[in-house]
């Protein structure tokens, strides 16, 4: 279990392709202060676990089926990525709670920088979609953020200079994909009040034109 609160930013160092998995090298630093074979560490907000490591880098291997349904199949040597270690109990639980399982995968459409904070918009697909209400929470690439604003088929975050810088969500731009984690709670909620749409489609991202702003990048 994680709190979506974002230790360090990672680098991918090398990738192998095992058939139809992969095996992926990460370099990074605060996440391997207490590693040990078997920990669990959230890569881009996908639970991973440990099979390597060193001082200075740890290898995760990744199932097909996590392939399908996250973009770290998309991932390239030298991309940054959004690490953080499992949580403690003995510590503060600062974000929400999350599980390190990606609902689905959703789209950067909008970026609308100001002085103070950055308003992203991204394309949601309906089996994430169904979760999300206004002032919630959602995990994004790792990183647990409130909704400020939502509707069918796209919702919207405002991020602070903090995330910004400390994330790799700084760094995105219209168009890329993100890894998107509905709050585990409503999940629930819906299970038990009978509204669990089990009919959702698993791909079926808003047919959306992505706004590219004059800014470009986050960054």
């Not at 992969?22 to 991973?48: N, Q």
């Not at 796209?154 to 200079?161: G, N």
């Amino acid at each position: 279990m994680f709190t979506g609160i974002i230790e360090e930013v990672g680098t991918v160092e090398q990738i192998d392709r095992v058939g139809d998995c992969a095996r992926l090298t990460i370099r990074a630093d605060e996440v391997l202060s207490d590693a040990k074979h078997g920990a669990s560490i959230a890569v881009d907000g996908v639970c991973l676990t440990v099979t390597e490591f060193d001082t200075q880098r740890f290898t995760v291997d990744v199932m097909a089926e996590t392939l399908r349904c996250t973009h770290l199949g998309d991932l390239v040597v030298g991309g940054k990525v959004n690490l953080e270690r499992a949580m403690r109990a003995d510590g503060r639980f600062d974000g929400h709670i999350v599980q390190g399982h990606v609902d689905g995968t959703g789209q950067v459409l909008e970026i609308e920088p100001s002085e103070h904070w950055t308003n992203l918009t991204i394309a949601v697909p309906a089996q994430v979609g169904q979760y999300v209400v206004p002032k919630g929470s959602i995990t994004i690439d790792g990183v647990s953020l409130t909704v400020a604003s939502c509707e069918e088929g796209r919702l919207t975050v405002s991020l602070i200079p903090t995330t910004l810088a400390l994330t790799t969500l700084g760094d995105r731009w219209i168009g890329d994909p993100v890894n998107l984690e509905a709050d585990v709670l409503a999940k629930y909620a819906a299970r038990l009040l009978g509204g669990l749409d089990r009919a959702a489609p698993t791909d079926d991202l808003a047919t959306q034109t992505p706004t590219l702003h004059p800014e470009g990048s986050l960054a």
